[in-house]
């Protein structure tokens, strides 16, 4: 079976490159992707997803509210923040348990697949 990694990030064209980007990655992983906390908190309800990485600044629900989300529902599943806000604010965050990596933005699909692999 196929893992699967859910990308959150309100911004279509970064999803349209990493899809493309991990299509490299197809035999290891598969990649499912949600605009925002609310269709993220959708897609955890029905697919079983592996990991999960996901930008902070989202319309609707927020990273954090997300985040808290997975902490109380999905403890398991481990986190890559992805986000453009200053690195100080995020690496509070970054260091919390289930947090597994945190790539500022701008950042290279390839080393985010292998992070995630």
Not at 34 to 39: K, M, V
């Amino acid at each position: 079976m196929i893992r699967k990694v859910l990308f959150v990030d309100d911004d279509q064209i970064l999803q349209l490159a990493i899809e493309k980007r991990f299509s490299a990655f197809q035999d290891q992983f598969g990649t499912v992707l949600a605009d925002d906390g609310f269709d993220a908190v959708k897609v955890l309800a029905k697919v079983p997803i592996s990991v999960i990485c996901m930008d902070l600044m989202m319309p609707r629900m927020d990273g954090m509210s997300l985040f808290n989300h997975i902490r109380a529902n999905y403890p398991d599943i481990p986190v890559i923040i992805i986000s453009g806000m200053d690195p100080v604010n995020v690496e509070q965050l970054a260091q919390s348990e289930g947090v597994i990596g945190y790539f500022p933005k701008p950042f290279k699909a390839d080393e985010l697949g292998r992070k995630i692999l």
